[in-house]
T-cell receptor
Framework: QQKVQQSPESLSVPEGGMASLNCTSSDRNFQYFWWYRQHSGEGPKALMSIFSDGDKKEGRFTAHLNKASLHVSLHIRDSQPSDSALYFCAAPNYNQGKLIFGQGTKLSIKP | DPKIIQKPKYLVAVTGSEKILICEQYLGHNAMYWYRQSAKKPLEFMFS???????DNQTASSRFQPQSSKKNHLDLQITALKPDDSATYFCASSHRANTEVFFGKGTRLTVV
C-alpha cells in the first residue's frame, strides 16, 4: 500500500515558468516531509524539508505543507533546464528511521 | 568528491549467482541504509543500520544480507540472483535516524 502519493506523474514546463508538484500522504503518523531531486544517473539529493504548516522558501523553491489534509507541494519558480529531473516526496517513519518515498514526478524544462 | 562510494557502478550477473555490492561512507554518519530503485517500484527501502546494528529490514527475502564490517561500511550480499533483482541499488547514510539522508550514486545490477 503506497502511503505517499505524488502527482502529476510527469510535467513539462517552459524555461522561466513555474513548476508545481504535489504529494499527499495517507498516514497521519507522518509529521514532516522531504523533497528529493534525482538527476539521470545520480542518486537522489535532498532539496528541502518542511515541518510546519505553511510555506518554506529556499531560493527558487517553495514548499507548502497542510497537515490537516496531509498535503505537501513544491513550487519551482523561474524553472531552468537544470531543474529537469525526477522529484520525490518522502516521509520519515520515526520508529524505523526510514524514508517512505512517493513514486516520483518527472519534470522536464523546455528551453 | 563523492562522500558515499558505491562499487561497482555497473554489474551484470547470471541467474543463480551471488554478488556483493560495496558501500563506504566518509560523512561520519552513524546510520546507513540500502534502497532499491526499479521501473516497477521506485525508491524502495530495504535495510537500515544504526551504529552497525540492524534497525529495520523490509526485504522479504533472506537472499539479501547486509554486512557491516566497519562503522562506515555497509555492503549488500545477494545470493541466488533472479532477473527480478535487476535494479539500481542505492546506499545511503544519515547522521542519525530521522535526519537528512544522503545517497550514493548507485550500483546498477542486471541479472541475465
Amino acid at each position: 500500500q503506497q502511503k505517499v502519493q505524488q502527482s502529476p506523474e510527469s510535467l513539462s514546463v517552459p524555461e522561466g515558468g513555474m513548476a508545481s508538484l504535489n504529494c499527499t500522504s495517507s498516514d497521519r503518523n507522518f509529521q514532516y516531509f522531504w523533497w528529493y531531486r534525482q538527476h539521470s544517473g545520480e542518486g537522489p539529493k535532498a532539496l528541502m524539508s518542511i515541518f510546519s504548516d505553511g510555506d518554506k522558501k529556499e531560493g527558487r523553491f517553495t514548499a507548502h505543507l497542510n497537515k490537516a489534509s496531509l498535503h505537501v507541494s513544491l513550487h519551482i519558480r523561474d524553472s531552468q533546464p537544470s531543474d529537469s529531473a525526477l522529484y520525490f516526496c518522502a516521509a520519515p517513519n520515526y520508529n524505523q528511521g526510514k524514508l517512505i518515498f512517493g513514486q516520483g514526478t518527472k519534470l522536464s524544462i523546455k528551453p | 568528491d563523492p562522500k558515499i562510494i558505491q562499487k561497482p557502478k555497473y554489474l551484470v550477473a547470471v541467474t543463480g549467482s551471488e554478488k556483493i555490492l560495496i558501500c563506504e561512507q566518509y560523512l561520519g554518519h552513524n546510520a546507513m541504509y540500502w534502497y532499491r530503485q526499479s521501473a516497477k517500484k521506485p525508491l524502495e527501502f530495504m535495510f537500515s543500520y544504526s551504529y552497525q546494528k540492524l534497525m529495520d529490514n523490509q526485504t522479504a527475502s533472506s537472499r539479501f544480507q547486509p554486512q557491516s564490517s566497519k562503522k562506515n561500511h555497509l555492503d549488500l550480499q545477494i545470493t541466488a540472483l533472479k532477473p527480478d533483482d535487476s535494479a539500481t541499488y542505492f546506499c545511503a547514510s544519515s547522521h542519525r535516524a530521522n535526519t537528512e539522508v544522503f545517497f550514493g550514486k548507485g550500483t546498477r545490477l542486471t541479472v541475465v
